[in-house]
């Protein structure tokens, strides 16, 4: 099983991250790899989602359960797809006037070896790439509302 943690802090309030992390509508705009994603089964503090990732001759599609607590964390559950486990967990603690400390931690494991293997090989600097996309969205979103005032 593939392991990844990254704690970042950022100069963003939790809410802001917290807003980010939670729109998986709009992971396709920014977010390496992500072609497609599709929510649903919206409930106050859950809902379920599909995301496609596609890359080169690769392309599947899972579904996971979202829970949270606004602002402080999102949870993302696996339900069906192609991996045997999925779960990826992100923490936003705040840290002095706008900013927070983010935590984020993935584990991974794919039905199929082969798969596992060579997604096994890439997967830290995938993750890396990720977190850096969820970053540098944020500074897109609002870093402009921070010179407009």
């Avoid at 649903?40 to 859950?46: Q, T």
């Avoid at 964390?73 to 983010?102: S, T």
């Avoid at 830290?124 to 010179?147: G, I, N, P, Q, W």
Wanted: aromatic share 14%; net charge negative.
């Amino acid at each position: 099983m593939a392991k990844f943690t990254e704690n970042k802090i950022l100069p963003y309030t939790p809410e802001q991250v917290f807003a980010l992390v939670a729109d998986v509508q709009a992971y396709p705009d920014f977010l390496p790899w992500c072609i497609g994603a599709r929510v649903y089964n919206r409930k106050p503090s859950s809902f379920d989602a599909d995301v496609i990732i596609g890359f080169k001759m690769f392309r599947e599609t899972f579904t996971s359960r979202v829970t949270f607590l606004e602002p402080s964390k999102v949870d993302v559950d696996y339900i069906k797809g192609p991996m045997k486990r999925l779960y990826n967990h992100w923490r936003f603690i705040p840290e002095g006037e706008g900013a927070c400390q983010v935590e984020f931690a993935v584990e991974l494991e794919f039905k199929n070896h082969v798969l596992e293997q060579m997604i096994g090989r890439v997967f830290t600097e995938a993750c890396e790439r990720m977190v850096d996309a969820f970053e540098e969205r944020a500074h897109e979103l609002y870093s402009r509302r921070d010179t407009d005032d």
